[in-house]
């Protein structure tokens, strides 16, 4: 977990952590939350995972770019990815992560059964480890799980979203039922975590420093409370993970000293089951290095199977079996191999699979055998279709599968090994121990397995330390063969004592108290006279279950073969069965007969003659039996003196030869009687057995035949529901990024209402047939309509304008597409800028015309205002004798008098426009005459009586007497010089 978050900027620490962001129904909203109480410099990057439509345009991006300031930016193919951006899954991909490059290919699942969260998770722990930190917002199903299995293993953050908080809590229930989810809380209150976590990612360092004496002492003593509360004993696991764990622990508490948390776990027992579940790890999943289970199959334990005798047993040991997956793997290979074998007419072996766990809890699950449905992933569809039955939540496995496998909480490090083993598997366990404990264990595993057994081992673990216990059968996928040249002996593993407790002393207390409690004469009087003179006898119900057995009943009843039953009829021996069968046949129609029947019953001994007496019992008599209607009978058997026989008559001597012989036909008799009853017993039961086979076959093909119905029907709902439920999810996000999309929309439209209503111009929205589509308040000033006018022509509604139709101006717009503006008048005088041009759309389509309308009449007053204040000038100005200019503020004639162009002989084309020192060839550049303008003027807005000499070109010298005059407008904004030659002498030359 060292430097797990590192917020540092990308150029001083290149090496950034990726967060990924998984959600699927009601994820816009968590993903909106989040960004927009995540800051944007937080130096990490952000990939969000979302459940997308295949053939849907994605809007997330756009949506989602509006609650950051950090570029948001939809996946490509390789793009990598930096600090402080955020990336989205585009829709119909499958996305992972290989040095912090985005990789894209098209999904290889059906589409109900795709889980794009695990697969970028799954991904991102393995090519980020521990700057790994994976988020589970809202959604349904559990997709996540076991990616974020897989980032909290490797060393990395795993977030949840509170379910509480969630719009949908199926993903985040799924998480936090896992146990894979280090903190769980509201969304907005993410980001601040992760910066907190950023801030304390030096803890670990603290505790795992390289020479550290103190954070080994410090990791010991943690483990050494642990040990004494849970009675579990992690000292010889590397410190390495087991420090990594500890520490996580302590940040999440905010304990930055082992000797706190040490005193944390004694104040508060819980945190010790806690921590006992953060340092165990239970990432597995199915045919895990799917490789080496193909050499498991193919090579390894067909040879096994062969070299076995066909009267033994296959024995395998799963040791740090987790959930089961793996156990169930190995079954399912080995169960594959049985029907090969069959089929090749071999005989099957009995096989025992013991699975073994330290987590009672992992046991516990791998007992139930349900798994989530993104296992479709890593079990083929046959298999499935085989060895799992398809339920809601997932997968569960089948009843065949789940017998093949024992379960049981062990530790390999103090509790004995299986033994006599064919198959001991050991996966992914030895890399988590110390070197010392590995050289303990792998003499136990040898001694554990038979000659030639099988070890396998995960691609990274070895036995180096102890090569001449074994020989290599594949060193990729370590498989290695036991060998028995030396003596391999076990070491004594640890062994921990636990004290009686309080209630087992009281229990035992109890029990010899009651072996000793007092007996009472009466009833013991009673017992002794019952059993000397009442004959052996049973209380049954009335189909013949025994509810209490009175006397020694062994020649009479014996148990029967087969499954233990404590039926009568069951247990009734030779000769007594058919009679006790009749009596309980027609006890449910009549009573039976209290009269006492003379039977004939083969014990060990012969035959025994033997007097059968039926009596019923009130059932409300009878403690057994609560249902007050049922027949509760009393079965009394006495044995009876043996008849006469004739080898006992002949040896009386005395006895008369006749009464033999009438004892000895009698005797006959009895016999042939039995016999024949024996016999119609025998038929009636052979008739009635045939006829209850047939009707339990068809039966049986009946209710096999609707079974598959049903099963069939199941798979088709069941994947029918899958499917329904993915695109329903993808209906979720699609409508949150419409409703996004409607809400901007809004926000638009309001925005456009208001700025039409605020400014002063009415307006008409005309489609291709100058109909109404839309109009603004404002046009009601010059168009009389109403709501109910849209969609009518434009040329039916009456409107306030003097004798100026539109519509020719309109249609002319629509056929050349060049917009048109001129000035109208109304009816009242007013004045208005008409202006026409065409209705365009984002495509660059024509949809229409739109008319505005814009009031001109206060400007078109000031205009007519202008110009007749001009003209009135002019007037003026030409109405005057003396010769006038007008200037400009940069000394440009603007105007001048007609006596000024008869004077001096110029034209209005050579003076107006021009600066006073250009006119005429520059006769006008007279150095008095810019000491006037430029000098005295600026500062004396009025100059009377100026005289300017000058010899100008084809009137000769003159002397001008000049008056002038600045005029500034109102604003100041036109300044004017008025010029006037009052006086002109003509001087000699």
Excluded at 119 to 132: G, W
Excluded at 264 to 272: C, V
Excluded at 456 to 467: D, G, H, Q
Aim: charged share 20%.
């Amino acid at each position: 977990m060292s430097n797990k978050l590192d917020s540092a900027a990308p150029d001083s620490a290149p090496d950034f952590s990726v967060v990924a962001i998984g959600a699927s129904a009601g994820g816009l909203e968590a993903f909106e939350a989040f960004l927009r109480a995540c800051p944007d410099d937080t130096g990490m990057a952000f990939v969000f995972i979302s459940h997308l439509a295949p053939d849907h345009e994605s809007l997330l991006a756009e949506i989602l770019q509006r609650a950051t300031r950090m570029p948001v930016t939809e996946a490509t193919q390789q793009l990598a990815v930096r600090p402080d951006h955020v990336y989205i899954i585009p829709p119909n991909q499958e996305m992972t992560i290989r040095q912090r490059q985005l990789q894209l290919a098209p999904p290889q699942l059906a589409h109900a059964q795709r889980m794009p969260i695990d697969t970028f998770l799954l991904s991102l722990a393995d090519d980020l480890a521990q700057r790994s930190v994976a988020i589970i917002l809202s959604g349904t199903a559990n997709d996540g799980t076991l990616g974020l299995q897989a980032v909290l293993a490797a060393g990395g953050v795993s977030l949840v979203q509170d379910p509480a908080s969630a719009k949908f809590d199926g993903m985040p229930q799924s998480a936090i039922a896992s146990g894979a989810a280090s903190h769980f809380l509201p969304v907005a209150r993410m980001p601040a975590m992760l910066q907190q976590l950023s801030k304390q990612a030096t803890l670990p360092q603290r505790l795992l420093g390289k020479a550290g004496h103190h954070s080994s002492a410090d990791i010991d003593q943690v483990l050494l409370q642990l040990r004494s509360v849970t009675g579990h004993d992690f000292s010889r696991y590397k410190k390495s993970t087991i420090g990594r764990r500890i520490a996580r622990r302590m940040e999440l508490h905010q304990i930055e000293q082992a000797t706190l948390y040490v005193r944390y776990i004694k104040e508060h027992p819980d945190e010790a089951k806690l921590l006992f579940n953060e340092l165990l790890i239970n990432v597995t999943c199915f045919f895990r290095d799917a490789e080496a289970f193909l050499t498991l199959k193919n090579t390894i334990l067909p040879q096994l199977l062969a070299d076995k005798p066909s009267d033994s047993v296959f024995r395998v040991w799963v040791a740090g079996c987790s959930t089961g997956e793996e156990a169930y793997s190995i079954a399912m290979l080995l169960a594959e191999l049985q029907d090969e074998r069959s089929a090749q007419h071999q005989p099957a072996l009995p096989i025992q699979i013991y699975a073994t766990d330290l987590d009672d809890d992992a046991i516990l699950t791998a007992r139930a055998g349900r798994y989530p449905a993104s296992i479709t992933s890593d079990v083929s569809a046959p298999r499935l279709a085989r060895f799992f039955i398809k339920e809601e939540s997932g997968y569960r496995v089948s009843k065949t599968l789940r017998d093949m496998v024992i379960f049981a909480v062990q530790s390999v490090i103090k509790d004995p090994p299986f033994t006599r083993l064919d198959l001991l598997s050991c996966r992914n366990l030895l890399i988590y121990l110390e070197a010392e404990q590995q050289k303990r264990l792998i003499p136990i595993f040898h001694y554990a397995l038979n000659r030639g057994g099988v070890l396998f081992l995960s691609s990274s673990e070895n036995i180096a330390s102890t090569p001449n216990l074994f020989t290599a059968l594949d060193r990729k996928w370590k498989f290695y063969r036991a060998v028995h040249a030396v003596v391999s002996v076990p070491h004594p593993a640890p062994h921990y004592t636990t004290p009686v407790t309080e209630r087992q002393h009281k229990l035992q207390e109890k029990v010899l108290k009651n072996m000793f409690t007092e007996t009472n004469l009466g009833e013991l009087a009673r017992n002794t006279l019952l059993q000397a003179y009442a004959p052996a006898s049973v209380i049954t119900d009335s189909i013949g279950n025994i509810l209490y057995v009175y006397g020694d009943t062994g020649n009479f009843l014996r148990p029967a073969p087969g499954q233990a039953s404590l039926n009568v009829v069951d247990m009734a021996r030779e000769g007594l069965e058919h009679k006790l069968r009749e009596i309980f046949a027609t006890a449910a129609t009549q009573l039976p007969d209290s009269a006492a029947q003379e039977v004939a019953i083969k014990t060990s001994h012969g035959f025994l003659r033997a007097s059968l007496r039926v009596r019923q019992l009130p059932a409300q008599t009878v403690i057994a039996q609560a249902d007050k209607d049922s027949q509760v009978l009393l079965l009394s058997f006495q044995e009876l003196p043996d008849l006469p026989s004739a080898g006992q008559s002949g040896l009386a001597g005395t006895a008369d030869a006749q009464s033999a012989s009438a004892a000895s036909a009698a005797r006959i008799t009895y016999l042939e009687r039995e016999l024949a009853y024996a016999k119609e017993n025998e038929r009636v039961t052979v008739e009635k057995h045939q006829l209850f086979n047939l009707e339990l076959k068809a039966t049986n093909e009946d209710l096999q035949s609707t079974n598959e119905e049903l099963q069939s029907s199941n798979e088709e709902l069941m994947t029918s529901k899958e499917e329904l439920q993915s695109l329903n999810e993808e209906m979720i996000n699609i409508n949150s990024e419409l409703n996004s999309k409607i809400e901007q929309l809004s926000d638009m439209q309001n925005d456009m209402k208001n700025l039409l209503d605020s400014i002063y111009t009415g307006t008409v929205f005309l489609d291709h047939q100058s109909q109404i589509r839309r109009f603004t308040p404002q046009a009601l000033r010059v168009f009389r309509l109403m709501p109910s006018d849209i969609g009518r022509p434009l040329a039916d509604i009456k409107s306030k304008l003097a004798g100026d139709d539109l519509q020719p101006d309109l249609q002319q717009v629509l056929d050349t597409l060049i917009p048109i503006e001129r000035e109208v008048r109304a009816l009242d005088g007013e004045w208005y800028l008409a202006r026409m041009q065409p209705y365009r759309t984002l495509d660059n389509v024509i949809a229409g015309v739109v008319l505005t309308l814009t009031a001109v009449t206060r400007f078109k007053r000031t205009s007519e205002a202008a110009q007749l204040a001009q003209e009135l000038a002019e007037g003026i100005v030409n109405t005057v004798r003396e010769p006038l200019l007008v200037l400009d503020a940069a000394l440009q004639v603007v105007s001048a008098g007609r006596a000024f162009y008869d004077y001096f002989g110029v034209i209005e084309a050579d003076t107006v426009g021009r600066k006073i020192y250009d006119l005429g060839a520059g006769q006008w550049n007279i150095p008095s005459l810019r000491q006037l303008l430029e000098d005295i003027l600026p500062q004396d807005h009025v100059f009377d009586g100026y005289a300017v000499e000058h010899d100008f070109p084809g009137i000769g010298r003159r002397r001008l007497i000049l008056n002038a005059r600045r005029i500034v407008t109102v604003g100041g904004q036109v300044r004017l010089i008025l010029l006037a030659m009052v006086g002109i002498e003509t001087l000699d030359p």
